[in-house]
Structures are given as C-alpha cells and as structure tokens.
C-alpha cells in the first residue's frame, strides 16, 4: 500500500476501530444536526439579500418588457419598467443590481456606449435617479453595442483588436461613472483594460470609483441564453482568443493576479457552478473580494428542470447560492437575486 502500511494492518486496525465502537463511540457527527436549533448553531456559512447582485437587460427604446423564451422569469426591461426592478431591489436588501444594455445603435466599435445621452448613460442615470443606497454597477463591454458582437472593434484579421478596445473601454468606464455607476465592471477579458480604466477614472476625478474585475472569465457554453437576451450573438467567430479555456486553473490565478496589480478592488469569476474550484482557489490565494457569476445556462438548467418537475426551484436555487459562500464568494451576481432574497426573508 502506497502508504506502507499492509493490507493486514488495515484489517486489524479496523476491526479494533469497529470492537471499540461497540462500547466507545467518542464521535457521533450525527449530534451536530439533532434538532433545527443545533443545526442553525453550527452553520458555518450564511447567504443574506446583500451577498446577491441581479443582473438587469434594458433594452433601449422598447415599450414592453420582453420575457427571454431561454431564460424562464427573465425579462428585457424597458427603460422605464427598469426604474421599479431596482427599486424593488433596494427594498429587498440586494448588494447591488448590474445593467446590460441591449441596443439598437449598433456599430463597428459600439460607439454608442461612448457617448453622453446613449444607452449606458441613460439606463444607469434613470436606475440611480430613483433609488438611494442601491450599488448599480455597470458592465463594461462592447458586445452589447457592436454589430458584430465581438467584445471590441475588430482588426483585419477578424479578432478583436486588444489596445482600441481599452483605450475605449476606459472612456465607456468614464461615461458610466459620470451617469453615476457605483462600479464599473469590466467583461471583455482585454489585456491591460483595469489599468486603462483605473487611469481614465482618476484623470476625469473618479478615483474613487471601485472596479470590479471580470478577472478570470471562461469561453463558456453556459452563456447562450444571455446572448439572446442581450442580443449579442457573434456574426462568425468565437470568444476563444480573449476568454480562458476552461481546462485552465492556474492560467485564473495569472489573471487574477494581473488584474490585482492594475487596480481590481473585487474580482469575479464567471461561469460560477462549474468553476468553484476557481473561486476557492482565487479566494485563497488573493483574499480579495472575491465575485462569482451565476451565469444564464446555470440558471436556464434550473428553471428547466424545475419546469420539469424534477427539481424544487426554491431548495435548489438556495443550495446552489450557497455553493458559492462556501467556495469563498463574498458575492453571488445571479438572476435568482430577488427569489432569493424573498426565500430568506420568509424563512
Ligand atoms: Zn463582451
């Protein structure tokens, strides 16, 4: 045996182990979890409205809010149904609600998120025009507003051009602060884009306005119903040449790490479900505040199954939160946010 001992050691040791049982037991972990109370006692985790971030779809123009068919329960908000959604989620205590935007003035670069009076700005200015202490924390990207649905301008060769993009991501970072972002956050896994941004913030008099990084983002499957609901599909191509490949670990920490040293205040790693092992690792090594993205296809298998009646929407939506403050997440960005939080509160 690998560790030396024999097989006849083991054999003994624990039918020794199985005779002292009879008259010795000295550790019943079954005393842990007798009754409710004693479990509550020991519960070494907790999930609270503030650990949940909803992710929000405006989209622009739109004069009804659009149930997403991929994602059951998700909507495009209006411009205008945006306003209660988040003043719904100030009153259920949530850490904060972050806007994507789906446009309709879309063009080579996404120049439409540059701009005073696009999209960005309006939905952001809006949101924080009607609530108080709500954290609205903007997503910096371009896919959102490219016609190609590349997550920057593209160059000849068809990838996404790496020092354009973060020249402008940090002007779109600038817009989102002036319209009243508490955060920005930017997604489009750009070398460099958290250093760009750090610089463009502090030169326009936002230094202290906190990034938080998409540090560690996976070219994942799990995506596809978020890019129906933001409208971004790729006209050709894939995200492989920016986003990791998900056999990576180590790679995440090198990300991580880079993002650190630019300026990331938080960091966040997306997909969640299938990357915990990511999270637990960041948190570990870095002890930052450390985010986890409960992406759509996460979410859409559990709606699904639910529908299905395989599942129970609300128990398996708080085991699945909780996964996460147990891998180390102080925070959760998930479309499950405001069930969740009525799930706490009547529990
Ligand atoms: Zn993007």
Not at 41 to 58: G, S
């Amino acid at each position: 045996m690998a560790d030396g001992k024999t097989l006849d050691n083991v054999i003994q040791a624990k039918q020794m182990g199985r005779a002292n049982m009879k008259h010795d037991m000295t550790t019943r972990m079954r005393r842990g979890r007798s009754s409710q109370g004693i479990r509550n006692l020991l519960r070494e985790n907790d999930l609270l409205p503030n650990h949940l971030i909803l992710p929000l779809f405006v989209e622009e123009n739109a004069t009804e809010r659009q149930p997403i068919a991929s994602i059951p329960g998700v909507y495009r908000e209006t411009e205008d149904s945006i306003v209660q959604i988040a003043k719904e989620a100030e009153e259920a205590g949530l850490g904060g609600i972050m806007l994507f935007g789906v446009s309709h003035n879309k063009d080579h670069s996404g120049s439409d998120s540059l701009k005073k009076g696009g999209l960005l700005d309006r939905m952001i200015s809006r949101v924080k025009d009607a609530t108080s202490d709500l954290p609205v924390i903007a997503d910096l990207c371009f896919c959102e507003y490219t016609d190609h649905g590349h997550c920057g301008p593209l160059t000849e060769t068809g990838t996404v051009d790496n020092d354009i993009t973060i020249e402008n991501i940090a002007k779109q970072a600038v817009i989102a602060a002036d319209a009243g972002a508490d955060i920005v956050a930017p997604s489009g896994m750009m070398d460099g884009q958290v250093s760009a941004i750090r610089s463009g913030l502090d030169e326009a008099g936002f230094e202290m306005t906190p990034i938080m990084a998409y540090a560690a983002k996976y070219a994942s499957h799990f995506y596809g119903p978020f890019r129906d609901a933001a409208g971004c599909s790729l006209q050709k191509g894939d995200r492989k040449t920016y986003q990791m490949d998900y056999a990576n670990g180590d790679e995440a920490l090198r990300e991580v790490a880079l993002d650190i040293e630019e300026g990331a205040d938080m960091v966040m790693v997306k997909p969640g479900m299938p990357y915990l092992d990511i999270i637990w690792r960041v948190r570990e090594t870095f002890a930052m505040p450390t985010f986890a993205y409960n992406v759509s296809g996460e979410f859409a298998m559990l709606k699904f199954a639910a529908e299905a009646g395989c599942l129970d929407y609300n128990n398996a939506l708080m085991e699945m939160l909780m996964s996460f403050r147990r891998a180390g997440a102080q925070g959760i960005l998930t479309y499950g946010a405001l069930d969740a939080a009525k799930i706490i509160k009547n529990s």
